[in-house]
């Protein structure tokens, strides 16, 4: 056993000493030690329940005779961090909790893990430090919010309706009241976030690796179901452990592959293309995000889940799930079969039994939303080394757009303007040095792309920024544009009035003035000083590198 190292012979009696007065017997020392590494905490909605699913895991582990000792790590709720300085450290927490695991793993050496993430930055994290340690680990996730609903309304609303309602309000669109309901209605459970955003996508995308169980993205957070997924994640561990199969064997290319199909086939979070290529970086696989445009050629877009449509996680799961998905993809042999998972079954033999209950929640194979996949990885002149679009969330006329650059150095500035009113009809948005070294941090702005929707100008303006948006974003909100403006990128020299052409279809986005003219423009530019030089943060802007390598820092 890894542990051994820690709990074996007599040199280890002092250490043995150290167990016992935790309250462990002889017979638990003895017997393998599982991590649960869990993220519950009171501030995080998606967390505030996740000590119930880890008492679950440590059940399921005792009953198959291993030993749970569970560990904590951080977190950050994007939506209470959003709009202000928090969200410069949200991406930048997923290093900081990737390391953390890294620490607590290796500084007591467990024989496998089970990782009880959430939201956002955590799922990838855990990931990231799952491929990093390399022991035998399961991921069961908290599980998904409820969708809300206003009194009298049968059709479902969540965080999104929230932000663009301030929108609506500050238009004039919607009342104190009206916005007062929206506020008290949303959110009505825990869980993360009801919609098919950043948290949610990279569950279900956790369960596309292998490395979570069939239902890990999908079923609710207040369903005993969720329970039992986490008992048998208890299970499933020590069968892992039993057999030696580590996250090497499971988050293999062929995995990765499986995940941007899935990725493309529900429209997920343009996060994901930050952090698949994060974690694909810790298990030292290629990949490259421009092999998401690749797989969304051959893979159609089969769901419209909000904030694409108008169907959430709970829907999803009803339909059939990530599995349900993924046996409709296998239709036309999209999905690699032989693919191993935590279930210790191939990723083919997984889905032989998935059933697509809803075939408008799920739409079949031959009958897709579109042909193309969810995700847009757009190149050009404004973009060299990329930027990254959820074109299943564009209006069809926005998908081509060409109009004036209105230029804004923070998230801040273009809020104010777009609440003032200054932000017309065919406008092209710019927002920069808000990238990964520029913010820093690489803030979401959910904000500013929910105020637009909000006001009724997502079919007629286009956002485009060195951030990143909130997978709750919807409209033409082009993020990741790489190399960023504190770079040096072509964005930091677009001046106001600039025509800015985009077409998503054809994978394009040029900023139209000449060659000579960005050359003069360069001259003399230097980077400005970033508003964050100290700190944690002032250490992450020295280390991360570009939001087309996943962020991920320099070192590694």
């Known amino acids: 056993m890894r542990s051994d190292q820690m709990k074996s012979?007599?040199?280890?009696?002092?250490?043995?000493?150290?167990?016992k007065a935790l309250g462990l017997t002889d017979r638990e020392i003895s017997s393998p030690l599982i991590g649960i590494v869990n993220s519950a905490n009171g501030i995080i909605p998606g967390h505030v329940h996740v000590d119930r699913i880890v008492d679950a895991v440590k059940a399921g582990v005792r009953s198959a005779g291993g030993t749970p000792i569970e560990f904590s790590v951080i977190g950050v709720c994007d939506g209470i961090a959003m709009g202000h300085k928090g969200m410069k450290y949200s991406l930048a927490s997923r290093e900081l909790i990737a390391d953390s695991v890294e620490v607590m793993a290796t500084a007591h050496p467990f024989d496998a893990l089970v990782m009880v993430p959430n939201c956002d930055k955590i799922v990838p994290a855990m990931l990231m430090a799952a491929a990093r340690i390399n022991i035998p680990t399961v991921f069961v996730s908290g599980g998904?919010?409820?969708?809300?609903?206003?009194?009298?309304?049968?059709?479902?609303?969540?965080?999104?309706?929230?932000?663009?309602?301030?929108?609506?309000?500050?238009?004039?669109?919607?009342?104190?009241?009206?916005?007062?309901?929206?506020?008290?209605?949303?959110c009505p459970t825990c869980g993360s976030c009801s919609g098919m955003f950043t948290a949610n996508s990279m569950n279900c995308l956790t369960e596309a690796l292998g490395m979570g169980l069939p239902g890990n993205g999908t079923i609710p957070a207040v369903y005993a179901e969720r329970d039992r997924l986490a008992k048998e994640a208890g299970y499933a561990v020590m069968e892992l452990y039993k057999k030696q199969i580590k996250p090497s064997d499971i988050m293999t290319a062929q995995a990765f592959e499986n995940a941007l199909a899935v990725d493309m086939a529900l429209g997920c979070s343009t996060n994901s293309m930050l952090h698949l290529p994060a974690i694909a970086h810790e298990a030292q696989v290629d990949l490259d995000i421009f092999m998401a445009n690749d797989v969304s050629k051959r893979t159609p877009n089969l769901c419209h889940?909000?904030?694409?449509?108008?169907?959430?996680?709970?829907?999803?799961?009803?339909?059939?799930?990530?599995?349900?998905?993924?046996?409709?993809?296998?239709?036309?042999?999209?999905?690699?079969?032989?693919?191993?998972?935590?279930?210790?079954?191939?990723?083919?033999?997984?889905?032989?039994?998935?059933?697509?209950?809803?075939?408008?929640?799920?739409?079949?194979?031959?009958?897709?939303?579109?042909?193309?996949?969810?995700?847009?990885?757009?190149?050009?002149?404004?973009?060299?080394?990329?930027?990254?679009?959820?074109?299943?969330?564009?209006?069809p006329e926005m998908l081509k757009h060409s109009g004036p650059a209105r230029v804004f150095e923070s998230e801040e500035d273009v809020s104010l303007a777009i609440y003032r009113g200054q932000i017309k009809k065919g406008d092209v948005?710019?927002?920069?040095?808000?990238?990964?070294?520029?913010?820093?941090?690489?803030?979401?702005?959910?904000?500013?792309?929910?105020?637009?929707?909000?006001?009724?100008?997502?079919?007629?303006?286009?956002?485009?920024?060195d951030g990143r948006f909130s997978g709750a974003t919807r409209g033409a909100s082009?993020?990741?544009?790489?190399?960023?403006?504190?770079?040096?990128?072509?964005?930091?020299?677009?001046?106001?009035?600039?025509?800015?052409?985009?077409?998503?279809?054809?994978?394009?986005?040029?900023?139209?003035?000449?060659?000579?003219?960005?050359?003069?423009?360069?001259?003399?530019w230097e980077a400005p000083q970033p508003p964050i030089t100290t700190g944690y943060l002032g250490r992450y802007a020295k280390q991360v590198t570009s939001a087309a390598t996943g962020a991920v820092f320099a070192d590694r």
Do not use: W
Not at 148 to 177: N, Y
Not at 378 to 393: C, E, F, H, I, Y
Not at 481 to 499: H, W
């Open 144 to 186: 998904a919010m409820l969708a809300g609903h206003l009194p009298g309304q049968k059709s479902a609303i969540d965080l999104t309706s929230v932000f663009e309602a301030v929108g609506a309000h500050a238009a004039g669109k919607m009342s104190d009241s009206e916005l007062l309901a929206c506020e008290n209605s949303a």
């Open 305 to 395: 889940l909000a904030p694409a449509g108008p169907y959430h996680i709970e829907d999803l799961y009803r339909a059939g799930g990530v599995m349900a998905v993924m046996s409709e993809l296998h239709k036309k042999q999209l999905i690699h079969s032989e693919a191993l998972t935590v279930s210790g079954k191939t990723m083919g033999a997984q889905i032989a039994g998935a059933m697509n209950y809803d075939k408008e929640v799920i739409r079949p194979i031959d009958n897709p939303y579109s042909q193309t996949g969810g995700i847009a990885v757009l190149r050009g002149n404004l973009a060299p080394d990329g930027a990254v679009v959820k074109r299943s969330a564009v209006a």
């Open 429 to 465: 948005v710019v927002i920069r040095y808000e990238g990964p070294k520029g913010g820093p941090g690489m803030r979401e702005m959910l904000g500013p792309t929910s105020a637009i929707a909000g006001m009724g100008l997502d079919k007629d303006v286009a956002l485009i920024t």
């Open 478 to 524: 082009i993020g990741h544009v790489s190399p960023e403006a504190a770079e040096g990128g072509p964005i930091a020299f677009v001046k106001e009035g600039d025509i800015i052409e985009i077409d998503i279809d054809k994978g394009l986005i040029s900023l139209l003035v000449d060659e000579e003219e960005l050359k003069l423009r360069k001259q003399g």
């Open 9 to 19: 012979g007599n040199a280890r009696a002092p250490h043995r000493s150290l167990m």
